[in-house]
C-alpha cells in the first residue's frame, strides 16, 4: 500500500484513503489476525507478532525471526513471524520522521481520546504515556523535548486496558461507535 489505502489488516474503523469514514466491518470485512488465523494449522509451532517502532521492540522481533529460523532448520512445523510497522509514506515521511511527529503529536496535545484499542502494540501504546508526561520512552529517539507536564487521555473501549487507572484519566466503557455517536449527538445539541 503506497497511498494509505485500506489493507487486510488495518482495524475496523481505521480511516484510510479508500475508507475515509473508518473501516467497516459490515461492508468491508474485519481485519486479518494473521497469528491467529495460523493458530489451527497442524504443525504450526511458532507463531510471533512484533513490531519496530523502538530498538526494544527491534531486539524482541530478532529473537522471534531466529527462533522462527531455528524451528524450520529443525523441521519441528511451520512458523511465522508478523512484523507491524507504521506506514509513513502517505505522510510523505520517513519511518523515524513519522514516529517522531506521534511523539510529538501526542506531548503537546491537551486532550487524546484513545478509542476502540488494546493498548498493547506499540507504538500507539506508548502515545497516552508521552501524552501525559511519561517520557522515558522518549530515550534512544532523537531526545524529543517535552513542553509540558499534562494533558487528560480519555479511554473509550469495550474493555479496560493496560492504561486504565494507571494513564487514563477516564474510561468511557462500551462500543467505540456508540459512544462516540452519543458524544456527537450531545456536541450537536449544545450547538443549537
Same mark, same amino acid.
Given at each position: 500500500?503506497?497511498?494509505?489505502?485500506?489493507?487486510?489488516?488495518?482495524?475496523?474503523?481505521?480511516?484510510?484513503?479508500?475508507?475515509?469514514?473508518?473501516?467497516?466491518?459490515?461492508?468491508?470485512?474485519?481485519?486479518?489476525?494473521?497469528?491467529?488465523?495460523?493458530?489451527?494449522?497442524?504443525?504450526?509451532?511458532?507463531?510471533?507478532?512484533?513490531?519496530?517502532?523502538?530498538?526494544?521492540?527491534?531486539?524482541?522481533?530478532?529473537?522471534?525471526?531466529?527462533?522462527?529460523?531455528?524451528?524450520?532448520?529443525?523441521?519441528?512445523?511451520?512458523?511465522?513471524? *508478523?512484523?507491524?510497522?507504521?506506514?509513513?509514506?502517505?505522510?510523505?515521511?520517513?519511518?523515524?520522521?513519522?514516529?517522531?511527529?506521534?511523539?510529538?503529536?501526542?506531548?503537546?496535545?491537551?486532550?487524546?481520546?484513545?478509542?476502540?484499542?488494546?493498548?498493547? &502494540? *506499540?507504538?500507539?501504546?506508548?502515545?497516552?504515556?508521552?501524552?501525559?508526561?511519561?517520557?522515558?520512552?522518549?530515550?534512544?529517539?532523537?531526545?524529543?523535548?517535552?513542553?509540558?507536564?499534562?494533558?487528560? &487521555?480519555? *479511554?473509550?473501549?469495550?474493555?479496560?486496558?493496560?492504561?486504565?487507572?494507571?494513564?487514563?484519566?477516564?474510561?468511557?466503557?462500551?462500543?467505540?461507535?456508540?459512544?462516540?455517536?452519543?458524544?456527537?449527538?450531545?456536541?450537536? *445539541?449544545?450547538?443549537?
Amino acid at each position: 500500500m503506497t497511498n494509505g489505502q485500506m489493507a487486510p489488516t488495518t482495524p475496523v474503523g481505521a480511516r484510510t484513503t479508500t475508507t475515509p469514514f473508518g473501516r467497516n466491518a459490515q461492508t468491508e470485512g474485519y481485519p486479518l489476525r494473521v497469528c491467529e488465523l495460523l493458530a489451527g494449522l497442524d504443525r504450526a509451532v511458532f507463531l510471533a507478532r512484533g513490531a519496530v517502532t523502538a530498538p526494544k521492540e527491534v531486539r524482541r522481533l530478532k529473537q522471534h525471526i531466529h527462533h522462527a529460523f531455528e524451528t524450520q532448520e529443525q523441521e519441528r512445523g511451520f512458523s511465522l513471524v *508478523e512484523i507491524l510497522s507504521p506506514c509513513p509514506t502517505y505522510w510523505h515521511m520517513t519511518p523515524q520522521d513519522a514516529l517522531k511527529r506521534s511523539f510529538r503529536e501526542a506531548d503537546e496535545c491537551d486532550l487524546m481520546l484513545v478509542i476502540g484499542t488494546s493498548a498493547q &502494540v *506499540e507504538p500507539a501504546a506508548s502515545l497516552p504515556r508521552i501524552a501525559k508526561g511519561m517520557h522515558s520512552l522518549l530515550r534512544g529517539l532523537g531526545g524529543i523535548p517535552l513542553m509540558k507536564p499534562r494533558c487528560s &487521555v480519555i *479511554e473509550i473501549n469495550w474493555e479496560p486496558t493496560p492504561l486504565t487507572g494507571d494513564v487514563s484519566d477516564f474510561l468511557i466503557q462500551g462500543r467505540s461507535g456508540d459512544v462516540l455517536s452519543a458524544i456527537e449527538q450531545k456536541i450537536r *445539541e449544545k450547538k443549537r
